[in-house]
């Protein structure tokens, strides 16, 4: 059964589009970073334009040195980025990039101020995914890091071999224009909500109750296979609104209302509306 969870990234700011059930085995997430910004960041800030996928509980573990996904990185490209801390802000990357303009992937090593690309290649066939999925893996032991199409460790487009090699702990993505990147998770909710003042979504709602306070309402979405958030109000009747995953989800400021939204592992990955 597979149980999806959209999130849209913009400038790396979370907006929860929809999710599906409670043990959420993939997430789909949007990102789309603006090139100008990328570009003149300095190499050590590079980072900030990246959607971190760690806290979100990858299948495969980072552990076993490889990650693979689904990606359509957008018809401009974007980057994958390999980090030595989880949160993506060590000192050390990898950067596999597809630049859609010029036809080529180039896996670059970037540490503190410096940013050497180790290799590059043509590969137009990679960059024609404007509209379609492609599976991608990701692997690096010992130094060597090398990136391919469809099933881990076949078709293997480029590879090189790093002579200062460090252990990855993070995984990021990016993209130049909107890209969709699904991937595989091991999430299960642990019962945190991130709150989302003065804020209403508009979606698909799942029941609503009246709750004289706000944790008598997290309790029933956390019941809920299919809650990923709620809509709470203080005082009133009809003030708890339980919110349906597989739905687009819109918000808009509302001085009456606060969204929660469901944290998947710990605080750190929280299905955010924006
Ligand atoms: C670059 O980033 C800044 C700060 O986040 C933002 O205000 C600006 O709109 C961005 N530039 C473009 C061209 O989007
Ligand atoms: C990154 O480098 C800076 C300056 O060299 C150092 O202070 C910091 O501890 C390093 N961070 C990590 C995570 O190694
Ligand atoms: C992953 O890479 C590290 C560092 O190169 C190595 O110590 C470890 O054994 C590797 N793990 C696997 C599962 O290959």
Known sequence: MTKKCFIVTFECVYILTAVLGNRIDEIVIET???????????????YIYYTSLTPFGLVPPISENVTSFEMNAGCQGGCILLNDAANLEGNNSYEICFNAFH?????ARMSGDDSVVLKTV???????????????WV?????????????IGLNEKITTTDSKPFRVYGVGVTSFYLGVWRVNIKAI??????????????????SVSTQKIK????????KSNDCVGFNY????????????????I????????????KCLQDKTACLKCR
Request: charged share 20%; net charge negative.
């Open 32 to 46: 789309l970073t603006n090139r100008d910004n990328y570009s003149s960041a300095s190499v050590h800030d590079k």
């Open 103 to 107: 036809f080529l992937i180039y896996i």
């Open 122 to 136: 043509d590969i137009p066939e990679i960059l024609t995914i404007c509209d379609d999925y492609t599976q991608v």
């Open 139 to 151: 692997r690096w032991k010992d130094g060597v890091i090398g990136f391919g199409t469809g099933s």
């Open 189 to 206: 909710p642990t019962g945190y909500y991130c709150a989302m003042t003065y804020t209403y979504c508009y979606t698909q709602l799942l």
């Open 215 to 222: 944790t008598y309402c997290a309790s029933e979405c956390q």
């Open 233 to 248: 109000r203080y005082g009133g009747s009809m003030n708890c609104e339980l919110i349906e995953g597989g739905n687009i």
């Open 250 to 261: 819109e918000t808009e400021d509302d001085y009456e209302w606060h969204y929660y939204a």
